[in-house]
């Protein structure tokens, strides 16, 4: 054989040389007439138009933009969103066929379009939040007109900036691109208006809708909490209090009539190595030539003398010598988590750690000594070695994360997209992960997490507990189960008193007498709750009047509402305050989610005037079409419902290749 190859040699090389250029030439051609998985076939219309995976994508990832740039745009229909579906898998051909619909429709503009709805977003947005904050009280300083420009100017500059940031997410996805998809967005909505507005209101049917919305019941009232007896309970027995924790800790916080719960979030724990900026910097020796250097290489920079622009030079070369050491330290930082998992096997950065991975982790002391030696030694300065904090004994959720010094309010940078320090516990357990490898046992290095000052942290998720039912009692807060077990059992007994101090009240007509009887059940030193004077009490809201500052959170529910209104259905609408029977004007509501009593004494019924309504007219319009369209359209009867634009358009989706069947399945 081997005599047969000598003889033969040159031959061989000839014709494998040859074997060789053929299929270096040929692989372009292959290539190009190897099938484009993004031009496979996935769906068809009645129309016979074919979508592909690759419209699919590009409708998903228009879906994500928009999405990313006006959240409020995907909420559902019941919260003026364009409704879109909630099954995930369905969302990129529900925006695919609401896009076709508004495009068929001549809706859709071009990218100058989608560039002008940002100003009016910003202004729409901007006057929501302007007229939320006036309800609450908290415009002081300025006038309401100027706030509203203020968050106008605020949110159009955060909203472009979301924009721009979005180009470039994808290969070719140019600026114009993403204006483009917002105008898509903007047909939608445009085709939802229409559609919305097609019902037409008489003129007493406006009339209807508006004293609806704006008809009010001005009155004065009380919220008294159950904590207002919890002294007077005696502490829990240990049986007792596990019994009552039993009882809530498969519940959410407010997922209980009482809104208590004790299922625990994911939770971490965790140390994490700083680097701190200052430290840094305040490291460096000044070298006067250096300075000089700066001053004469850059003269427009420092136009003055070199005694007057000292400081400036020298905060400039302390900052680039301090980027130099932090560079630095990142690298020392890498290698030695890297030299920690060398030869582990991993599948898609995730390493498969050892059993004895504790004893051999790389650990933040020796880490953080190593970058003090390897500075020391390469720019001839003493820094202190690193800080390390250690949250070692104590669960913590993202929002004990949150309340972190310095690493609370630090960002993980991936591309263009941002993660808080915060949102590890969610990462962590996230069915898709979003680029950002966390590891339990290793420290995350590849990229560390920055403040806004620049400092740097690398931290390490010790462990971790997934979300669930709180361990035990002392998982949930010993105290804070206790606190919950005698705010119910003072509420129980609060409760047990309605009737008592609904009668004093319509006795006197005097609030303040039946705050006093509740005050008698509670012990000497408790607080007198707060009295809310001529609240004005509406269907869907109570606004806080020119007497109120604000208004509790937990007064303003449905059923005190509800409560109010009824007690004044009987009233006349312009009836005198005197004239109203103290009997007829006393309500007390159980209000179990606050663990509170409600009391209150109408004071006149204020309807709604004739410049409210011709001021409100077109907002009452909207609101009350809108709640009319969210009662008769179910997800099978709307028109832009996945459902709906399904059998509109006679869409048909196919079998994936990978799939046994290949069979066509309906769209559904």
């Not at 990142?330 to 390493?351: H, K, N, Y």
């Not at 129980?492 to 006795?507: F, N, P, S, V, W």
Request: no cysteine; hydrophobic share 40%; charged share 20%.
């Amino acid at each position: 054989m081997l005599k047969f190859i000598r003889k033969y040699q040159l031959f061989i090389l000839v014709i494998g040389g040859s074997l060789l250029m053929v299929v270096f030439l040929l692989q372009p051609i292959l290539t190009k007439l190897s099938p484009n998985p993004a031009k496979a076939k996935i769906a068809t219309l009645e129309s016979g138009k074919k979508i592909t995976s690759g419209d699919r994508q590009m409708a998903g990832f228009e879906l994500e933009v928009v999405s990313r740039i006006y959240p409020r745009l995907m909420a559902p229909l019941a919260q003026g969103g364009i409704g879109i579906t909630p099954v995930e898998s369905d969302q990129s051909m529900h925006w695919y066929l609401l896009t076709k619909q508004a495009m068929d429709a001549g809706l859709v503009g071009d990218a100058a379009d989608g560039l002008n709805w940002i100003s009016i977003i910003a202004q729409r947005e901007a006057y929501a939040q302007t007229r939320q904050e006036l309800m609450q009280g908290l415009i002081t300083e300025v006038t309401p007109e100027e706030r509203m420009n203020e968050l106008t100017q605020l949110l159009t500059a955060t909203l472009t900036r979301n924009a721009n940031s979005a180009a470039g997410m994808i290969p070719g996805y140019t600026q114009d691109d993403v204006y483009r998809s917002i105008a898509k967005a903007r047909g939608i909505e445009r085709l939802k208006s229409i559609y919305e507005g097609i019902p037409a209101f008489s003129d007493l049917g406006a009339i209807q809708a508006a004293h609806l919305s704006f008809d009010a019941i001005a009155v004065n009232a009380t919220l008294i909490p159950g904590a207002l007896l919890a002294d007077s309970i005696a502490d829990p027995t240990e049986e007792q209090l596990q019994a009552f924790f039993d009882e809530y800790k498969d519940q959410f916080p407010g997922q209980s009539d009482f809104g208590v719960g004790y299922q625990q979030p994911t939770r971490v724990k965790l140390a994490y190595l700083m680097l701190d900026r200052n430290t840094f910097m305040n490291a460096v020796q000044i070298d006067r030539v250096e300075l000089v250097k700066i001053k004469t290489q850059n003269p427009d920079t420092y136009p003055g003398d070199f005694a007057s622009e000292r400081l400036k030079i020298e905060r400039k070369y302390r900052e680039d010598k301090s980027n130099e050491m932090l560079i630095e330290a990142d690298r020392v930082i890498r290698a030695q988590v890297l030299a920690s998992t060398r030869g582990l096997p991993s599948e898609e950065g995730v390493f498969e750690l050892p059993e004895d991975w504790e004893n051999r982790r790389p650990k933040l002391e020796q880490i953080a000594q190593a970058v003090a030696d390897s500075i020391s030694e390469q720019f001839h300065v003493n820094i202190p070695t690193p800080t390390i904090n250690v949250y070692a004994n104590a669960w913590m959720d993202a929002s004990e994360m949150s309340a972190l010094e310095g690493y609370g309010t630090a960002n993980y940078r991936i591309g263009n997209q941002q993660f808080p320090t915060y949102a590890i516990p969610a990462i962590l357990t996230a069915e898709k992960n979003p680029g950002l490898n966390i590891q339990p046992g290793l420290p995350l290095a590849d990229p560390p997490a920055t403040d806004q000052i620049g400092n740097r942290y690398y931290a390490t998720v010790l462990e971790i507990n997934d979300a669930g039912p709180a361990d035990s009692i002392d998982d949930a807060g010993r105290q804070r189960v206790i606190n919950d077990y005698k705010a119910i059992r003072g509420y129980e007994q609060l409760i047990a008193h309605t009737d008592e101090l609904k009668a004093k009240l319509a006795e006197t007509g005097d609030l303040q007498d039946a705050i006093n009887a509740a005050l008698a059940l509670a012990p000497e030193d408790a607080t007198a709750p707060a009295t809310l004077q001529n609240i004005l009490v509406r269907r869907d809201t109570i606004d806080r009047g020119r007497l109120t500052p604000s208004v509790n959170p937990g007064l303003n529910t449905e059923s005190f509402r509800s409560a109010v209104l009824h007690a004044a259905a009987g009233i006349d609408q312009l009836a005198a305050p005197d004239s109203i029977p103290n009997a007829d004007r006393a309500i007390a509501v159980p209000l179990p989610a606050s663990k509170s009593l409600a009391l209150a004494t109408i004071v006149a019924p204020r309807p709604m005037t004739t410049e409210q309504f011709r001021a409100q007219y077109g907002q009452v319009i909207q609101s009350e079409t809108m709640a009319e369209f969210v009662e008769a359209n179910d997800s099978q009867t709307y028109p832009f419902s996945y459902e709906s634009l399904t059998k509109r358009f006679g869409l048909v989706m196919l079998k994936e290749k990978s799939d046994d069947d290949s069979e066509p399945a309906a769209g559904s």
